[in-house]
Structure formats: structure tokens, C-alpha cells
């Protein structure tokens, strides 16, 4: 049972769309973060949100974290093809003071010039 | 500025074989984690530790042993590779919990057993 879903799980756009990536899950977390990978990379972290409600702006990457915490969005605007890449989103739970992160399964964005 | 340094970065071995991951980090951190990442199944965590000498199952431990004898250096350990071990390896490691906690991965390790 997969704890957070992430969709669509592949998106392939041409430069100058928005897109926007789901994430959802059952279960309260106290901080969700969201990464980025390239081919042959590890993840990279873009943000961390924290509060219910919350949205952080990275460029043309807005993330907002669902009022429940239990879920999360990621919006990119007029995509460009160095957008491309897997993004990941991660949830902590509250109740675990080891850093365990919980992964989605990823989104693979492909983005056209 | 190394951060998160992991060796090999590929590796190729027979089934029933045995070989040693390597994840080194110079941050200073105190949380380690090795994951494994499968097409599909996003990152899954094998084992962890929050400090030198500790070591913790994670969601998917059989398998695989780990150490963490010196603060600096986590090891990920096959005794007897199987084919379902074929994946990409991630070493992280993290600063204490806390909203700004922020985990760095390594370059990953890509195991394939034949």
C-alpha cells in the first residue's frame, strides 16, 4: 500500500504549459517536502512546507500544502524542457523522530522544446 | 564539498555473491538512511540510523545488513544477492528532525544481480 500517490506518474508537455503534480495520502503528516531527480542523480530538495495551507513560491515552482496536511500540490508555469526530470514528495509523520521520510512513487515529467 | 559520496556506482554480480555498499557523508549528520529505488515504487527505505552505532529496520530490510561504525560512514551490506535485489541504491543523510530538515542523497549505487 503505497501511503502517499502521486499523479499523474508521467507527463509529457511542450515548453510553455503549466502543469500541475497531486499528491495525496490517508494519513496526517507534519511536513511534506518535494524533490527533483535527474537520470543518473540522487534527489535534490526544492521545498519543505510545513503549515496547513501553506504555499512557497521557487520561480515558476509554486507548492502548497493541503489545510489537512494530508496532501500536496506542485504548479509549474510555462514549462521549460530543464524542467524535466522525476519529482518526488516525501511526507515526514509526526509521530517519528527518526527522519524517516515517506516516499510517492514519483511523477516523470518530459517537457518539449 | 563532497556531501554525500557512495561506492561503486554500478555493480554487477552473480546470484548468491556477497558485496558491501559504502555511503560516506561530511555534513556532520547525524541521520543516516539507505533506500532503494524501483521504476514505479518511488524510494523505499531499507535500513537507518539516527547515530554512530545505532542501526534501524526500515519498510524493506530483508536482505541487507548495515553498520554504522564511525558517524561518518553508513555500510549496506548483501550476504547472498538474489535478482530482486537488481535496483538503484540512495545513501541520505539528514541533520536532527525538525521542520527545516533537509536530507541529501547520494549519487546512487546501480546493482544489478544476474
Known amino acids: 500500500t503505497q501511503l502517499l500517490e502521486q499523479s499523474p506518474q508521467f507527463l509529457s508537455i511542450q515548453e510553455g504549459e503549466n502543469l500541475t503534480v497531486y499528491c495525496n495520502s490517508s494519513?496526517?503528516?507534519?511536513?511534506l517536502q518535494w524533490y527533483r531527480q535527474e537520470p543518473g542523480e540522487g534527489p535534490v530538495l526544492l521545498v519543505t512546507?510545513?503549515?496547513?495551507?501553506e504555499v512557497k513560491k521557487l520561480k515558476r515552482l509554486t507548492f502548497q500544502f493541503g489545510d489537512a496536511r494530508k496532501d500536496s500540490s506542485l504548479h509549474i508555469t510555462a514549462a521549460q524542457p530543464g524542467d524535466t526530470g522525476l519529482y518526488l514528495c516525501?511526507?515526514?509523520?509526526?509521530?517519528?523522530?527518526?527522519?524517516?521520510?515517506?516516499f510517492g512513487q514519483g511523477t516523470t515529467l518530459q517537457v518539449k522544446p | 564539498n563532497a556531501g554525500v559520496t557512495q561506492t561503486p556506482k554500478f555493480r554487477v554480480l552473480k546470484t548468491g555473491q556477497s558485496m558491501t555498499l559504502l555511503c560516506a557523508q561530511d555534513?556532520?549528520?547525524?541521520?543516516m538512511y539507505w533506500y532503494r529505488q524501483d521504476p514505479g515504487m518511488g524510494l523505499r527505505l531499507i535500513h537507518y540510523?539516527?547515530?554512530?552505532?545505532?542501526?534501524a529496520k526500515g519498510e524493506v530490510p530483508d536482505g541487507y545488513n548495515v553498520s554504522r561504525l564511525k558517524k561518518q560512514n553508513f555500510l549496506l551490506g548483501l550476504e547472498s544477492a538474489a535478482p530482486s535485489q537488481t535496483s538503484v541504491y540512495f545513501c541520505?543523510?539528514?541533520?536532527?528532525?525538525?521542520?527545516?530538515?533537509?536530507?541529501?542523497f547520494g549519487q546512487g549505487t546501480r546493482l544489478t544481480v544476474v
Open positions: 541520505a543523510s539528514s541533520t536532527r528532525t525538525g521542520s527545516d530538515r533537509k536530507a541529501f
Open positions: 494519513s496526517v503528516f507534519s511536513s
Open positions: 512546507v510545513v503549515t496547513g495551507g
Open positions: 516525501a511526507g515526514a509523520r509526526r509521530s517519528s523522530n527518526t527522519g524517516k521520510l515517506i
Open positions: 555534513m556532520n549528520h547525524e541521520y
Open positions: 540510523s539516527v547515530g554512530e552505532g545505532t542501526t
